[in-house]
Nanobody
Framework: QVQLVESGGGLVQPGGSLRLSCAAS????????MGWYRQAPGKQRELVAA???????NYVDSAKGRFTISRDNAKNTVYLQMNSLKPEDTAVYYC?????WGQGTQVTVSS
């Protein structure tokens, strides 16, 4: 049984930074691609960043140059470093591992 627990969300001013973490329980973390999705109020859920088991990362255009996804297989954890945050980054951010989803963590960018 896989459980994903996100942390690190919060309120930040425009231009600020946050680092999200997602800790996975269960086995097999290192063989899975991991992803970060987000859903803003009234909008569809979108994939923000993903990282393969081999460490290859991909980003949605709006996140390129500002966000960095990384993983630590020894800690069964995936991270999303978010810099130069904008109000439009406000959303609930979800971690995924295969078909498994975390509960989400709220990120609010506001002055």
């Amino acid at each position: 049984q896989v459980q994903l627990v996100e942390s690190g969300g919060g309120l930040v001013q425009p231009g600020g930074s946050l680092r999200l973490s997602c800790a996975a329980s269960g086995s097999g973390f290192s063989i899975y691609a991991m992803g970060w999705y987000r859903q803003a109020p009234g909008k569809q859920r979108e994939l923000v960043a993903a990282i393969t088991s081999g460490g290859v990362a991909n980003y949605v255009d709006s996140a390129k140059g500002r966000f960095t996804i990384s993983r630590d297989n020894a800690k069964n954890t995936v991270y999303l470093q978010m810099n130069s945050l904008k109000p439009e980054d406000t959303a609930v951010y979800y971690c995924t591992m295969g078909k498994n989803w975390g509960q989400g963590t709220q990120v609010t960018v506001s002055s």
